[in-house]
């Protein structure tokens, strides 16, 4: 097959040949060294990917997208459902009604955000169906005053399915007797886990009905409309507008930008600023492949000097040490994009079986919103690390070339 001189000269000089064992092995560690940056930012910036999509997924797909409220409880929330949905960015609309206060059993105290919903509505707009452990929401009927916690809340009240608890809500009733804090029995019905300890701490489900109750509303009063929509990133304004169109005056929405949108920007900024000092890890790797190619220059400037007196041009002989630095860094590129693509498939479950095996969870759901390592590949992640990776190493490859091209063949044939 014909290849031209500078290419079959150029990838010749990567392989060991005879004397040439020390200009294959350094060729080989640059190669590994632009391997393992690639390998390094493609698994980096996929657990930076998981957590940007367990965050808009699983966190996001628990708190509402956005709601719309009024300073009195509304009365007839079906019609403005109906209102509502006539947005065509909304996706499902369900009633809610929430307070904050205090579980307690047994002398142990836990706060949690107690959130009244419909259970065939909540379905529409939560995720939380998904993540029952014990128990269904079905089971959150009117008057029983059913309450559903999560897996943390329940370790540490030390309760389970059909065990009672208290709630002490943050307001007195005024007897003759005194002032007392408003306090309700519950019974356990359900248990969930959705790996954010945030919710699985802190969240407690009853039914809009019993929690009415216990506000001293009528039977079928809520707080407000919860929304979600096709793309969450529509929430800030568009419910906005909704509450406009509702009543100015009545009406105000809140979005998830408020309770959430704080954790989600620093992970996208921190998802920037990662992949940059990567890249300049992996730019680290590539440019040894000047130091490679100088090295080579050197010892090959008998070699150069005889293909100029031969007649190969001043561009011939660049054209060869760019070759040789080029597929240096190709073959060091694909190396580190298939590694770094396993890696990144199978690093969840490599390092939940390092925490079985060692006995220690690396992420603490009282630290981080999940207490497992998520990874998703992301393809125009895989090919901006490639392509800036392969355009670091042709950069590289320019220095020594053109260095090589200046060779003279008298000089270098004087000592040879």
Sequence with gaps: MFRPLFVFIGTRYTRAKRRNHFVSF?????????????????????????????????????????????????????????KVKQNPKVLAVAPFTQIQGLLTNDGKVQKVLLNAIDPTQERTVSIIDNFMQQGKLDDLSPGSFGIVIGDRAAAKLGVGIGDKLTFVAPEVTVTPAGMFPRMKRFTVVGVFHVGAGEIDGFLGLTNLTDLARLHRWKPDQVQGLRLKFNDLFDAPRTSWEIAQHLGESQFYARDWTRTHGNLYQAIRMEKAMIGLLLLLIVAVAAFNIIST??????????DIA???????????????????????GVVGTLIGTVVGIFAALNVSAAIAALETLIGH?????????????????????????????????????????????????????RYE
């Design 306 to 328: 005889i293909l100029r007196t031969l007649g190969a041009t001043p561009g011939q002989i660049m054209a060869i040490f760019m070759v040789q630095g080029t597929v240096i």
């Design 293 to 302: 190619l100088v090295m080579v220059v050197n010892d090959k400037k008998g």
């Design 361 to 413: 969870k690396f992420l603490n759901a009282d630290v981080y919103f999940i207490d497992y390592l998520p990874s998703q590949v992301q393809s125009q992640d895989v090919l901006m690390i490639g392509g800036a990776a392969l355009v670091l190493s042709f950069l590289a490859t320019l220095y020594p070339a053109w260095r090589a091209a200046r060779t003279q063949p008298a000089q270098a044939l």
């Design 26 to 82: 350094i060729s080989l560690t640059s190669m590994i060294g632009l391997a393992l940056g690639v390998v390094v930012m493609i698994v980096v910036l996929s657990v930076m990917n998981g957590f940007d999509h367990e965050m808009r997924t699983r966190v996001l797909g628990m708190v509402p997208h956005a709601t719309i409220e009024t300073g009195e409880p509304i009365s007839d929330w079906q019609s403005l459902a109906t």
